[in-house]
């Protein structure tokens, strides 16, 4: 039986790359009257350096306009990723960024059915924090068993540590949890850590690694597009359904 839903937040939960990373990284850049700018094209080759600060560390290394001294860049770094995520909170207050179709439904069945659910994420904690209180309200906390951050868990996905963090917390064997996830280094990193996974394709990750995932599909709110094709009763992906896709899996045998 499932006994834990892990969730990743960006790209899982809301569309927070491109809506929300990307456009602060930009509008950081242009306050500190820095030459960069990001197109959304450029982000999405860049997503695959797990973490901001690291993103923008490997773009000043491989691009023109960086200060050439190690220390003088990551000094600039720290001062650019500070603000991003500054303007990353305000957007994200403002309410410019929703949870994805589906989700919201998906965490009201977990709580209804007392299944225990986490965050496993290589975000900040008030990264998570501004995102979960705008859209659950002041006691977003009180919904999640455990809330694994980078301050937890600071080698970034593909590294397991986060999932093994969370299942460490929750007592669990691998097998117990279920992992909601959107990109390769996610799927990698809670498979890394022998938890099974749902994939819901996002934006910047409509294909990759999805290898021995449990489900792979393009949004909660949907039941074209997945495989396995979900039950003929299902209207969208949730926890049933979840249930369903696990009971026939090698991981409850
Ligand atoms: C996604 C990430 C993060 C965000 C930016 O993490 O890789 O780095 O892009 O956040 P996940 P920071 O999919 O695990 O939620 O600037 O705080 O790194």
Redesign the pocket.
């Given at each position: 039986m499932i006994k834990s839903v892990l969730w990743?937040?960006?790209?899982?939960l809301a569309e927070t790359?491109r809506d929300g990373?990307l456009k602060a990284f930009n509008q950081a850049f242009e306050s500190l009257a820095l030459p960069w700018r990001w197109s959304e094209r450029r982000y999405g080759k860049l997503l695959l350096v797990?973490?901001?600060?690291e993103?923008l560390l490997h773009d000043m290394q491989s691009g023109g306009n960086a200060p050439a001294h190690s220390q003088a860049r990551q000094a600039l770094a720290d001062q650019v990723?500070r603000l991003?995520?500054e303007l990353y909170a305000r957007i994200v207050a403002h309410g410019n960024l929703p949870l994805r179709a589906g989700v919201r439904e998906l965490l009201d069945d977990c709580e209804r059915a007392r299944v225990p659910m986490g965050i496993v994420?290589?975000?900040?904690r008030a990264?998570v924090e501004i995102l979960l209180k705008t859209h659950l309200g002041e006691d977003w906390e009180s919904k999640f068993a455990i809330v694994v951050s980078?301050r937890e868990a600071p080698n970034?996905?593909p590294d397991p540590q986060g999932y093994l963090a969370a299942l460490d917390a929750l007592k669990l064997r691998p097998h117990e949890a279920v992992a909601m996830e959107d990109?390769g280094a996610?799927v990698a990193a809670a498979r890394a850590a022998g938890v099974p996974v749902i994939v819901t394709r996002s934006h910047y990750f409509p294909v990759g690694d999805s290898q021995g995932a449990l489900a792979v599909g393009p949004s909660l709110a949907r039941i074209d597009g997945w495989q396995p094709v979900p039950d003929a009763r299902a209207t969208r992906i949730g926890l049933e359904q979840i249930i369903r896709w696990y009971r026939c899996s090698p991981w409850a045998q």
């Open positions: 990743d937040v960006d790209g899982t790359e990373h797990a973490g901001g600060r993103r990723h991003k995520n994420t290589t975000t900040s990264n980078a970034k996905k990109a996610g």
